[in-house]
C-alpha cells in the first residue's frame, strides 16, 4: 500500500500546477484586470469665430408708426365711437365734436354761392344783350362796357362765395375725426362732453406697418457697432414665445434722466397687435470681434491657474495653461493658450492626467 503514495503524488503535481497557472493576457488570481490606458473623451477642434457680447435688458413692445390725432379746431367732444384696443380702418369715423355752427356757417355759405350764381347768370345775359344791340346799331358802346363790367363782377362774387363755402365745408368736416389708415387704437386721452382745444392729442393709433422693441441700453462702446445687431425677445406674460428683431435705431444721445442709450429693434415675423405696450426680456447680441471659445467642460486648472488638455498629434495628452477672457453661458473665451488648429479635450477633461491615451468619443448634443 505505502507503494503507491509516491505514484498518486506524481500525478497530482501536474495537474495542480495547470490549475493554477493563468491563461496568457488574463491577470493572476485575487488581482483585478489591466485597464485600457486609451479612453474615449470629446474631441474639440480650436477655431477662432465670432464673438457676441450678449446684453440682458427689459424694454417694451410699441408700433414702429404712431399717430396722434387731434381736432383741427376746438370744441366740445360731442361722441368718441372707439376704446383703446379697438382696430379701425382708413376712413372710419372715430370722434367728432359738437358742429352746429360750423353746420349754420356752411348753409350760409351754400346760399351765397347760390345767390352769386343767380347775379351771375344775370349779369351774362345783360353783357349778351348789350353786345347785340351794338352790333345791330340800336345799342351804345359805353351800355356794352359797363354790362361787361358788371358781369365781371359778378364772376368776381361768384368765386369769392364759392371759396367761403369750401372753407365753410372743411370746417364742418373737420368736427368729424376718422382714421388715416387701417391701425390700431393705443390710447384714448379724451372723453364725451370735453371742451378740447385746437391739436390737442384725443386719440392715438398705431399703424399696422410693424411692431417694435424700445429698449435702454446701458452706453458701451459695443453700442457703435450695434446696428442690425440681432435681438432675441420673451414677452414677461407670455414666456412661452420667443420672438426676434434686427436694431434698426440707436439713439444719438444718453438719456440723462436715465443715464441710458434708447435703441429700436424691429421685430420679425407676423403682426400681433396683441403685444402692443407688452412688456419683454430683450437679449442684444451685440457684436464682440472674433476670438477663441471652448465649451465649459474643457477647462481646468494647473495650480491655481486655468488650462485645458490639449491632444497631441499621437492622441496623448499635455496640460496647456490658458487666460480666460471672459465667460459665456457654456462656452469660455480663451485670450492665449491655444491657437486655431489645435484640439483639446471636451467632455471628459476630469478623466485627464499627463501622457494619457484618448480617443474621439460621441460629441455632445
Known amino acids: 500500500m505505502r507503494s503507491l503514495f509516491p505514484l498518486l503524488f506524481a500525478f497530482a503535481l ?15 488570481a485575487g488581482q483585478p484586470a489591466p485597464a485600457t490606458d486609451a479612453v474615449a473623451v470629446e474631441f474639440v477642434q480650436v477655431q ?19 399717430i396722434d390725432l387731434s381736432f383741427p379746431q376746438g370744441g366740445r367732444i360731442a361722441e368718441i365711437t372707439v376704446e383703446a384696443g379697438d382696430r379701425v380702418t382708413a376712413g372710419q369715423e372715430l370722434a367728432r365734436t359738437d358742429g352746429v355752427q360750423q353746420q349754420q356757417a356752411l348753409a350760409q355759405a351754400d346760399a351765397g ?5 343767380a347775379a351771375e347768370q344775370q349779369a351774362r345775359q345783360a353783357a349778351t344783350r348789350a353786345a347785340e344791340m351794338l352790333r345791330r346799331g340800336v345799342g351804345t358802346r359805353a351800355a356794352r362796357d359797363s354790362a361787361q363790367q358788371a358781369l365781371s363782377a359778378a364772376e368776381g362774387e361768384l368765386q369769392r362765395a364759392r371759396t367761403a363755402a369750401a372753407q365753410a365745408r372743411n370746417a364742418a368736416e373737420d368736427t368729424v375725426l376718422t382714421a388715416p389708415a387701417d391701425a390700431v387704437v393705443t390710447s384714448r386721452s379724451a372723453e364725451p362732453g370735453q371742451v378740447v382745444g385746437a391739436a390737442q392729442p384725443v386719440l392715438r393709433l398705431a399703424t399696422l406697418s410693424g411692431l ?31 420672438l426676434t428683431g434686427k436694431v434698426t435705431e440707436i439713439a444719438p444721445l444718453v438719456d440723462p434722466a436715465t443715464g441710458s442709450v434708447t435703441i429700436r ?25 472674433t476670438g477663441i471659445e471652448v465649451p465649459w467642460t474643457a477647462l481646468t486648472a494647473s495650480g491655481a491657474a486655468p488650462a485645458v488638455w490639449r491632444i497631441g498629434p499621437d492622441r496623448t495628452v499635455i496640460i496647456a495653461p490658458v487666460e480666460v ?11 492665449s493658450g491655444v491657437a486655431p488648429g489645435d484640439t483639446v479635450v471636451g ?17 455632445r448634443p
Open 212 to 242: 417694435e422693441a424700445v429698449i435702454q441700453v446701458p452706453d458701451r462702446p459695443q453700442l457703435d457697432s450695434a446696428q442690425g445687431a440681432s435681438v432675441s425677445l420673451r414677452p414677461l406674460d407670455r414666456p412661452e414665445m420667443q
Open 113 to 117: 354761392v347760390a345767390a352769386a350764381e
Open 265 to 289: 429693434a424691429a421685430i420679425e415675423g407676423d403682426l400681433d397687435t396683441s403685444l402692443l405696450g407688452a412688456a419683454v426680456v430683450a437679449t442684444v447680441h451685440l457684436p464682440a470681434g
Open 325 to 335: 477672457e471672459r465667460f459665456h453661458t457654456g462656452r469660455v473665451v480663451l485670450k
Open 347 to 363: 467632455e471628459g477633461s476630469q478623466l485627464m492626467y499627463p501622457g494619457r491615451s484618448v480617443t474621439e468619443g460621441k460629441p
Open 14 to 28: 501536474p495537474a495542480a500546477a495547470q490549475t493554477a497557472a493563468p491563461a496568457p493576457g488574463e491577470a493572476p
Open 48 to 66: 477662432e469665430r465670432p464673438l457676441v457680447f450678449d446684453v440682458n435688458l427689459t424694454g417694451t413692445i410699441a408700433a414702429r408708426d404712431s
